[in-house]
């Protein structure tokens, strides 16, 4: 797959796609949902399939103190799109040269001048252009003026449910410490994902060492112990296996920072500066601050066996979902 950070003077190529547009934060089920109507679609012009989304996150652009809301980084996000069969990944610069352009002159500079769209899929509620203006109908009408074909994509919801698939609803879910029920909305276990980085090793000092990682940019969960998979991409123990992390900001030692603590079970090696990513699979209790090192040791030996029994229901499998469609 490949990532093109412009829009002008792209490769040949990568001219003539069919072109879905959004954030896809997460990359959850009702984007997977577009992206194979826009599939269905390159398969039949036989065109690329391109995704196109921004960086950084609109949101994140206009609000930059606002706290962490993503589900995803861009590596991340790139897996996962990867995984659907998308042949490029349109990742604009959300600058202020963007951010005020007019939604007609997008459609005319952007999906025509610069990538010479053949066809574009979006959501019902795609909005863009400066202020949002620009929306489904109008883009409807260029691409009729300007000959490029578009589809909008109806609301597609759970089966039983009313609620429509949305990064908020898993925003919520995992605020709410039920991991279980965002992945099932996510169609994947969620996952955060970095580099291995070197703690203060305390962990060590008590029987329990733990892989550290830093949530930068991500949303913050809620704080607590959960049982996971740890999934480590690269060097001599690549692979996947079990364990039990805290997650939030170690009230016992008063620290402030929040780091994602991961104790692998079964496991004894260096994977310092190793890419790694941790899914959350069932939260098993909240963040709690404890009287000692020995009060603190008794509770993680306790956390260590609830989440092996969490665990013992499930093969370890990085490509594992946690539902079952009818």
Known sequence: MEIIDHYIDIPATAKGAVIVIGNFDGVHRGHAIVI??????????????????????????????????????????????????????????????????EAEDFVRDVLVGGLKARHVVVGYDFCFGKGRKGDTALLEVMGAELGFGTTIVAPVTPSGEEEVYSSTRIRDALRDGRPEDAAKLLGHWWTIEGVVQKGEQR???????????????????????????ATIYDGPHKGCYAGV??????????????????????????????????????????????????ALKAQIAKDTDAARAVLAQRALNPDDTPWKDN
């Open 36 to 101: 194979e109507r826009a599939k269905a679609q390159a398969d039949k012009l036989n065109a690329p399939l391109a995704v196109m989304s921004f960086e950084p996150h609109p949101r994140d652009y206009f609000a930059p103190n606002a706290p962490p809301f993503r589900l995803s980084t861009n590596t991340t996000r790139a897996r996962l799109l990867e995984a659907h069969h998308v042949d490029i990944v349109f990742q604009l610069p959300f600058d202020q040269a963007l951010a005020t352009k």
């Open 203 to 229: 962990g060590r000092t008590i029987g329990f060492p733990t892989a550290n990682l830093s949530l930068g940019r991500y949303l913050h969960p809620a704080y607590g112990v959960y049982a996971v998979q």
């Open 245 to 294: 992390a805290n997650l939030g900001r170690r009230p016992t030692f008063d620290a402030t920072d929040i780091l994602l603590e991961t104790f692998l079970l079964e496991f004894e090696g260096d994977i310092y500066n190793a890419d790694m990513g941790v899914s959350l699979l069932a939260y098993l209790r909240p963040e709690l601050k404890f009287d000692g090192l020995d």
